[in-house]
């Protein structure tokens, strides 16, 4: 775990670096692959960029409205660095709104808008993989295998390593695009599979999890319901051949 690094006298937050090259990196991948889909760059560039800022600035401010009291006490701490103070469920949206938005107003097609952001997701889940490798985020269940971390006072599935692999194995495998049929939206129902497979998996050797009935983790009942909603839409896009008309 190495959350920081010390450049002369200023704490370097070492699970933001990585999150913000895991953004260029996936953005970059996303920009080759709407080449290949005839679809200008400049709209993909732009539309991750927008939703983006609406995505941090939507975080931040649910984060303060929920602990209202500390930023009325100190205002400034609004534009504070730190990657904790965050409202993650309520950035994701404002982010989807903003990116909503953008598309209908460039009259993006949805299906090939998505199959050309799939490649730049899956390259970012890479990232988030070695945030948490960083910051010590998403730690396992103790284990004693040989494998094993020493994490939090105590040896730990190094789920952290496990999630960086499997969405390095993610992003081979949508660069294969196995489907076929580009710009159908199937790559990206395909990542969106792979993902909540991954997090099936995952959440079995996390220590951290939300517990239900019957030792059944929360995320594993989304990641299930995730699974099976994007398997039943793969084949309804397929079949339907995609008009590549953008502004």
């Known amino acids: 775990m ?42 993909i560039s732009n539309l991750i960029f ?32 730190s990657t904790n103070t965050f409202a993650s469920t309520e950035g994701v949206l404002t982010s989807i709104l903003a990116a909503i938005l953008y598309g209908r107003n460039k009259r993006l097609n949805l299906k090939i808008t998505l199959d050309a952001l799939a490649p730049g997701f899956a390259a970012f889940m890479i990232a988030v993989g070695v945030s948490h490798i960083l910051s010590g985020d998403a730690f396992g269940a103790p284990s004693q295998l040989p494998w094993a971390i020493f994490l939090w006072e105590e040896l730990r599935h190094p789920t952290q390593i496990y999630e960086t692999v499997l969405a390095l194995g993610i992003l081979v495998l949508i660069l294969k695009r196995p489907l076929g049929n580009p710009g159908s939206g199937s790559n990206f129902l395909l990542f969106i599979t792979l993902t909540a497979v991954s997090r099936l998996f995952l959440e079995a050797f996390r220590g951290d999890s939300i517990v239900l009935a019957s030792g059944i983790r929360s995320a594993q009942v989304i990641s299930l319901i995730v699974m099976v909603v994007c398997l039943w839409i793969i084949p309804l896009w397929l079949r339907h051949p995609v008009a590549r008309k953008t502004k």
Do not use: C, N, T
Request: hydrophobic share 45%; no cysteine; charged share 15%.
């Open 2 to 43: 190495f959350p920081y690094i010390r450049v002369g006298s200023y704490l370097l937050q070492l699970q933001g670096l990585a999150l913000l090259v895991g953004v260029w990196v996936g953005l970059s991948f996303a920009e080759r692959e709407s080449k290949r889909l005839k679809m200008k760059p400049e709209h």
């Open 50 to 81: 927008y939703s983006l800022i609406a995505g941090i600035v939507g975080a931040r401010l649910f984060y303060a409205f929920r602990y209202s009291s500390s930023y009325l006490a100190d205002p400034l701490s609004l534009f504070s660095l």
